[in-house]
């Protein structure tokens, strides 16, 4: 990937700017997560990853959404109280995105440009369920639902997305971020 993914400009949960440059160097996992979402507990998982591979150079990043099913409705303040006070999160944590609208965040334009395509859970129902209450993705490369994981190697390159079920102790996502570790 281009130095852009680094450029893009962000700003974290508690307000100040930032962008992935702070990140250089080091494996990205970048996470649309949500608090009231069946998937909520999968805070517990990311936040354990980051503290198991934070000194080997693995940083997880989460990225607030509200665009699937109305399930992150707080504010900056109350999501971060919510990390905190539920799941210890320690792990950084950004401003809400759109990560499929029309005013889809470039950097999840940028994730999604470079994996079209999420990886499935073995034996995943996951896509299924959704089409069965009508929630597929409008275009096949959307992300599919709040905890799809990208993944971004040492030097910039998005190497890997998991789809939403695909829960951090996934011996695929595992693997994944070993390697990207080296």
């Not at 799941?87 to 940028?110: A, D, I, Q, S, T």
Request: aromatic share 10%; glycine share 8%.
């Amino acid at each position: 990937m281009s130095a852009t993914l680094y450029d893009i400009p962000l700003r974290r949960l508690e307000g100040q700017s930032a962008s992935l440059n702070d990140y250089r160097g080091k494996v990205m996992l970048i996470v649309n997560v949500a608090s009231q979402c069946g998937l909520t507990p999968q805070y517990a998982g990311l936040e354990k990853l980051f503290e198991h591979y934070e000194d080997r150079g693995l940083v997880v990043l989460g990225f607030p959404c509200n665009d699937f099913g109305a399930q992150e409705p707080g504010s900056e303040a109350e999501i971060a109280d919510f990390c905190q006070r539920n799941y210890g999160v320690r792990f950084p944590m950004f401003e809400k995105v759109e990560v499929n609208r029309e005013g889809r965040h470039p950097l999840y334009r940028e994730l999604v440009q470079a994996q079209p395509q999420a990886r499935q859970a073995e034996g995943s129902q996951f896509a299924d369920k959704l089409a069965q209450h009508g929630l597929t993705p409008k275009n096949p490369s959307d992300v599919m639902w709040n905890f799809e994981k990208f993944l971004v190697d040492r030097e910039g390159k998005v190497i890997a997305r998991f789809a939403p079920d695909v829960k951090p102790d996934d011996p695929a996502l595992v693997a994944a971020i070993e390697a990207a570790l080296g």
